[in-house]
């Protein structure tokens, strides 16, 4: 069962105050979202960058890992980067180091079917994300998606939508 008090909390925990999507927003987000690129994606299964999107593949989303080092991952072929992606995709998550995440965000945001866009937990670049944000998308920064895919509910795959 969702304890709504428990997900604002979770969503007040992201250092970036200007992520906008409230409970409401934050749950159409997720509930709309079945193709996730994966970029970073670690081919290391004790590396968050390996266990978030194994849990989310889990709970349903389709994910498409973006390692130019890796052949398949979760079942399925790892593209070098994300113009390899010819699928559109509900959100592009990144797991990069603050530093290098710019030119990820401008490539997603570039993506004609104009994905939602994450970064988790530790991870920002205020001014790509301002860019994007500018541009009309939903750029989530500094917040962890198992954490607030969790507090979504005690039936997590309830969480994504049935096919």
């Known amino acids: 069962m969702e304890d709504r008090e428990h997900l604002e909390r979770v969503l007040r925990s992201s250092g970036d105050w ?4 409230g409970p409401d927003e934050m749950r159409d987000l997720i509930r709309g979202t079945d193709y996730i690129a994966v970029v970073g ?12 999107p194994s849990y989310l593949t889990a709970m349903g989303a389709r994910v498409i890992p973006i390692n130019p080092l890796a052949g398949r991952m ?11 992606v010819p699928e559109p995709v509900d959100m592009v998550k990144i797991f990069r180091p603050s530093n290098q995440v710019a030119p990820f965000i401008r490539s997603a945001a570039a993506r004609p079917e104009c994905p939602a866009i994450w970064l988790p937990e530790g991870v920002r670049d205020d001014v790509a994300t301002a860019e994007a944000r500018t541009a009309g998308l939903v750029v989530i920064q500094d917040l962890c998606i198992y954490r607030v895919h969790r507090a979504m509910g005690g039936s997590l795959r309830k969480a994504w939508r049935t096919r």
């Open 18 to 21: 200007a992520n906008n999507p």
């Open 41 to 52: 994606m670690s081919r290391d299964p004790m590396k968050p960058a390996r266990r978030v």
């Open 74 to 84: 979760l079942g399925t072929p790892a593209r070098k980067s994300l113009e390899d």
